[in-house]
């Protein structure tokens, strides 16, 4: 959830249409596409914002260590997809152990690049595998919606009601646009999406449940896109990219959902969800 320039609306055409565009493709697959076509999508989504993210924290030349954080974040929602939560984790224990390996024999390397590269492939490839997981749950398709929607009435309604009315900063020293009033709304959303998941599948999730997912999403909304804002603060940028005209960067598009899918996968298995 990138902030925007001069005046709140200065770019919302622009905004919107990308936002649109960018809905559209993610909603058909996660639809229509099946499990492994949204698992490709997750990795070359993750690819790109990794990629983002390794560029505009390290300044100096790339190396054979962001390479293979890169293949991992792209691998890990495809392994997630054909194999299971199981073999996830062992695409992050196979990068931690090849860490170890690379940071012994190249001895250029800093503990900072290394620990760079494999926090940037958890961060990334292992959350959105975790999208991935969700998808393949029973009802799995309207779950992945309901996360993703739930995102959005967040984004969009702490937006608009934060730039109309705002005047309580939530976090001025990290993301000066935020306020209390849009944070409050966009938890209402994104609470509203789940409360009506019914509407859309028969679900054996209880409405307290739902009302406790959709709180703790909004939550986790919250702290992805504070975290990536403290990431572009501290390295001195104002999008992670240029490849979304309106939103910046595709790491600046998926920040919310990353943690988001973390937390949403496991409320799900603990609301009985398999």
Do not use: Q
Not at 98 to 120: K, P
Not at 177 to 197: H, M, N, P, Q, Y
């Amino acid at each position: 959830m990138a902030e925007r320039t001069t005046g709140p609306f200065s770019s919302l055409p622009v905004r919107i249409a990308t936002g649109v565009l960018y809905g559209a493709v993610l909603v058909w697959v996660i639809y229509f596409g099946g499990h492994l076509p949204l698992a490709i999508l997750m990795a070359a989504l993750g690819a790109l914002a990794v990629s983002e993210l390794y560029r505009m924290t390290r300044r100096e030349r790339r190396t054979l260590a962001e390479f293979c954080g890169f293949v991992a974040v792209a691998a890990m929602p495809v392994v997630a997809s054909l194999w299971g939560l199981s073999a996830l984790f062992l695409v992050m224990t196979a990068l931690v152990a090849a860490s170890l390996v690379w940071h012994v024999y190249f001895v250029n390397l800093r503990i900072a690049d290394t620990t760079l590269v494999v926090f940037g492939a958890a961060y990334v490839g292992f959350a959105l595998a975790h999208f991935v997981l969700i998808r393949g749950l029973e009802d799995g398709v309207f779950l992945a919606l309901a996360v993703l929607i739930g995102v959005w009435a967040s984004d969009v309604l702490a937006y608009f009601v934060g730039s109309l009315i705002g005047s309580h900063k939530l976090a001025p020293r990290i993301s000066p646009a935020k306020s209390w009033e849009g944070f409050v709304t966009g938890t209402l959303g994104t609470v509203g999406v789940w409360l009506a998941l019914p509407l859309l599948v028969e679900t054996t999730l209880t409405l307290s449940w739902r009302i406790v997912i959709g709180i703790a999403l909004a939550l986790a909304a919250l702290v992805g896109d504070l975290f990536e804002s403290r990431i572009k603060r501290e390295v001195g940028v104002k999008d992670s990219g240029n490849l979304m005209p309106g939103h910046g960067g595709f790491l600046d598009r998926i920040d919310s959902l990353l943690l988001v899918s973390v937390i949403a996968y496991y409320l799900l298995l603990a609301g009985g969800i398999r």
